[in-house]
């Protein structure tokens, strides 16, 4: 009887400390899936920084374009106005001229 319990009490420590070597955490490498979670992880937030990169990019180049067609349509208004200028002056000295003609012509 003695040496059952003997036995029982040594199985019943073994199987306490197994389970205390299990229930610690095991410094492993991480699996493959962990491994892979980590890749996917950098990769999307590389995209993330290279799509903030293009999109501050796309602003400026946006706001480039904005300034270049403002003064554009700035040069157009000043060309309007001396086209207008100009025809404004060839109008006035054809009637001149017209006038001129008519004068001779009552003569």
Do not use: F
Not at 9 to 35: D, F, H, N, R, Y
Not at 65 to 83: C, N, R, S, V
């Amino acid at each position: 009887m003695r040496l059952t319990k003997l036995i029982g009490a040594t199985v019943a420590i073994g199987a306490v400390v197994l389970m205390v070597s299990a229930c610690q955490k095991k410094e492993e490498t991480p699996g493959p899936a962990e491994s892979m979670g980590k890749q996917i992880d950098s990769v999307v937030k590389n995209a993330g920084e290279q799509a903030a990169a293009a999109a501050d990019k796309a602003q400026e180049k946006t706001t480039e374009a904005g300034q270049k067609i403002d003064k554009a349509m700035d040069d157009m208004k000043e060309g309007a106005k001396d086209l207008t200028q100009k025809a404004g002056e060839k109008m006035e000295a054809a009637g001149q001229k017209i006038q001129g003609a008519a004068k001779e012509t009552q003569k």
